[in-house]
Structures are given as C-alpha cells and as structure tokens.
C-alpha cells in the first residue's frame, strides 16, 4: 500500500524565475486547479481529486501524491517536468530526487513482527544479546547507500494502524485533500490501512551539479525499479518460509 | 515505529540533512564480563532442557517435554510436545514460522560446511557456529514444537563432542533431517518423527547414555 510518493527536481536558481512562474502555473491551472502563493514565492496547485500537489519554486519542483492511491504515474511526472523544463528554461538538474512511503501487510502482531526484523535486519550474536535488554520493543532500519551514480535513504520499520495517520499520513492537515470532504477521505483511508505493517520510507536521488535534463525521465524510470526491487527484495527475505535444502 | 522515530518522516523530501546524534563518552570503566562468561554447557533459558546423562523419571519428562527414542513408544510424550504456558511466547504463528526457516536454514547451511570439515581442525570453527545458531534459536522461539528438535541435537555437541566425530555422511544425514522437517507443517507427529530421524542419522553413540540389558532390564 502507498502511502505516499514525492518527486522533486533541482536546478540552479535564477532571477528569470520570478517573471516565468505565472505564466507556467496558469499553465497547469486546468490539472491543478486549487492554488496558493507563498512568502518565498513558490507557487502550490492542488488536484483534489488525484491526491496530488505541484510545487513550483525558484529552485525546485515537487509533485507529489498522498492518501488513498499515492502512486503519481511516471507519465504525469514526465508531463510536469517537460513543462516545467520549457516553461521555466531550466538548463540542468542538480538533483533529481523520488521517495515512496509503501506500507507492506502482514499476518502477525506487531511485537511478532518487531521480533522478526529484528532477528533478520541485525547482527544475531549471543554476546550482543547478553548485553542487550531482553525484549525489543520497537525498532527502525535506517540506511544510506549508492549504487552507481544512484543514492539512497532507505528506512524499514515496524508500523501499527495507529501510527499511519498524523504521524506518516497527515490527511487532517494535508494541502492534498479537499477540506469539504475532509472527514469522509479520512474516514475512508484509515479504513484501508493495516493493522501491523513493514513501512518502507526509501528515498532515491541523483545529485550532480550537471544533470542534463534528458535524463530526467530514465531517473524516474529507473528509480520506481529500483524502490520496488528494495521492497518487494527486502519483504521476500523477511517473510521467507522455507528451508532451501 | 516509535514515535521518535516518526518524527523524521516530513514532507519535505530533504532528508540529507540527516545527521548522527553527538554521542560523548561517559567516561564509565565499562568491564564486559557477559561476552567472556557465556557457558556453552549451560546456556541462558528459562526453561528444562534434556539431560541425557540419566534416565529421566516419569515426572520430569512430562516437566521437560524431554524426548528421545526410548520415550518415544510413551504416549505422554506426544503430549509434552504441545507448547506449555511457561513456554508460550506471544509470537503468531506466521511469525514462529518465519523464525524457524530463518534459524533452520542457518542450521542446514552450517551443517553443509561441517560435513565439508569432518574430522578435520577445521570443523571446530563451524561447530562452534553450528552451536551459537542453535542457542539463538532455543532462545528466540521457545515456543516453537520444532526447538525439541534443536534442544535433541544440542547437547550431542555441546557436552558429547560429536562435532569431532561424525563423519561427513553423518553430519549430510543429520542436515536433511533438518531440511526435511524443517519445511513440514510443525505438529508434535512431525517433531516426534524429526527427532527418531535425527537420532538415527546421528548413531547410537549421539544418544548419551548406554542401554546395557542389565540396566534396560530394571528401568
């Protein structure tokens, strides 16, 4: 399940930003048609109906979905970017960021699953266990890591349904949701949400003073790969139940 | 997920600013006695683990859940195999299940690199491995049908030194034991039946005590 997915897009900043944003947000105003204008000038326009905020700044751009389907295609990204791309006259990315929060079901309670990851995510050792308190309780798997010119943050944890909304989920506060049929969409999230779950938070990214904006697309591509083989990888592992003879 | 833990995830994508806590030192004279005094004859549980140096008195075996081949004709044993209340951990069934693979592919694996060593030096290095999974295992899911099986096994190692004997068939025979039953749906038949295996893979010298007719004549 998807809890939430962020895609944001670095470039240098420049003072031509500032007398090309209108125009672009009233580009976008057909797909995003609930908008706001900060203090720092960023422009933020809301689709209601997708879950599915744009953020246009002077030295970024964020799409990003949360809620019920929090699964932004990579055809809308690849849209917003060409747009934003020839709109604002960005020449290059400095990086290139996309990060999902999924949360995986499972068939047990939560002190079982805690029990679980913690068996199979740390070092297993008699003399760590002697000096460790007996019982874990709750824990969290934080990493960072690269593979190529690919990085990562990457956090696995225990989640119990209580903790998804407010804490992962805002939907009461979220800019994403529609604040007239605010109780009815929280209401009906917090339905589907699962009981006890693996969370997955993993964040992947390209930083480089010199992206060439070509490459914005096979970045979103290849990252979407890249979270889902982490997790579907990481929850084949710990919810293994077989002895390879 | 604790709730300190939470408070990293925000909306903003941003997240490396993340930076480690300034630990200092406390300055204590920290003496670690735990990882020197690990008894490998007598390892941490709260609960009875078979002693095959004696023949067990009725009572204890239905204390212990102890099983070997000579009680295996007894119904009550059977009956032991069920987890007792002592024993009971809260863990679900899927996650007992998923920890028993975990720790039963460990053991298959370890055994197919002791049978590799068999009677060599060498093979101390994997028993000692072998005999670490095993106490991580009786430790972590106590509850288990399936740790009768590990807590059979462990004292052929630990206190009979078998390690050094067994051949490399032997140690291939006891592994598929474990592979075996490892994957089967636990009920107390299948430990039953895992242990009768497990002591016939080993031979008779694993089972710890010699039946001569005179003593099996008065027990």
Not at chain 1, 198 to 224: C, K, Q
Not at chain 1, 232 to 242: A, E, H, N
Not at chain 2, 79 to 100: D, F, W
């Amino acid at each position: 399940m998807l809890l939430r997915s962020i895609f944001q897009a670095r470039f240098k900043p420049e003072l031509g930003y500032f007398s090309k944003v209108i125009p672009l947000a009233e580009s976008f105003e057909a797909d995003y048609p609930e908008w706001a204008k900060t203090e720092n000038d960023d422009v933020q326009m809301v689709n209601y109906d997708r879950f599915e905020q744009l953020i246009l700044s002077h030295r970024s751009l964020s799409l990003s979905r949360e809620g019920i389907d929090a699964a932004p295609t990579e055809t809308s990204i690849s849209e917003v970017l060409e747009r934003a791309i020839s709109g604002l006259g960005i020449p290059r990315f400095t990086r290139l960021g996309f990060r999902q929060l999924i949360a995986t079901p499972v068939e047990m309670n939560f002190e079982s699953l805690t029990k679980v990851m913690r068996t199979k995510l740390y070092v297993e050792s008699p003399v760590l266990n002697a000096a460790m308190p007996k019982t874990t309780s709750d824990l969290l798997y934080r990493i960072d890591a690269y593979e190529g010119n690919e990085k990562f943050h990457i956090t696995i944890a225990p989640i119990a349904k209580n903790e998804i909304p407010g804490k992962l989920v805002n939907v009461r506060k979220s800019v994403h949701v529609d604040p007239k049929r605010r109780r009815e969409i929280i209401e009906e999230a917090e339905k589907g949400y699962p009981e006890v779950a693996i969370l997955f938070d993993i964040d992947v990214y390209w930083e480089n003073e010199e992206i060439r904006i070509e490459r914005a697309t096979e970045f979103v591509s290849t990252s979407v790969k890249s979270i889902r083989r982490i997790s579907t990888g990481v929850i084949d592992y710990l919810l293994k139940t077989s002895v390879k003879p | 997920m604790s709730s300190s833990a939470t408070e990293t995830f925000s909306t903003d994508l941003n997240v490396d600013s993340y930076e480690p806590r300034n630990w200092k030192w406390i300055g204590v004279d920290y003496h670690v006695t735990g990882a020197t005094e690990i008894e490998r004859e007598e390892p941490r549980r709260a609960y009875a683990r078979p002693n095959l140096s004696k023949a067990p008195e009725e009572s204890e075996v239905k204390q212990s859940g102890l099983t070997s081949a000579r009680e295996a004709t007894e119904p009550v044993v059977a009956e032991e195999l069920k987890p007792n209340p002592v024993r009971s951990s809260t863990l679900s069934p899927h996650a007992a299940k998923i920890l028993r693979h975990h720790y039963v592919q460990k053991i298959v694996d370890v055994l197919a690199l002791l049978a590799a060593k068999a009677r060599t030096p060498g093979a101390s290095r994997y028993a000692c491995d072998l005999i670490e999974v095993l106490d991580l295992y009786i430790e972590a899911a106590g509850g288990d049908p399936f740790v009768e099986v590990a807590l059979t096994f462990y004292p052929w190692l630990t206190s009979q030194n078998h390690w050094a004997t067994w051949s490399a068939d032997e140690f291939m025979a006891i592994r598929k034991v474990f592979a075996d039953f490892g994957n089967r749906t636990v009920n107390p038949n299948m430990v039953e039946k895992a242990i009768l295996q497990l002591e016939d893979a080993a031979g008779e010298s694993a089972l710890g005590f010699e039946i001569s007719p005179k003593e099996d004549a008065t027990y």
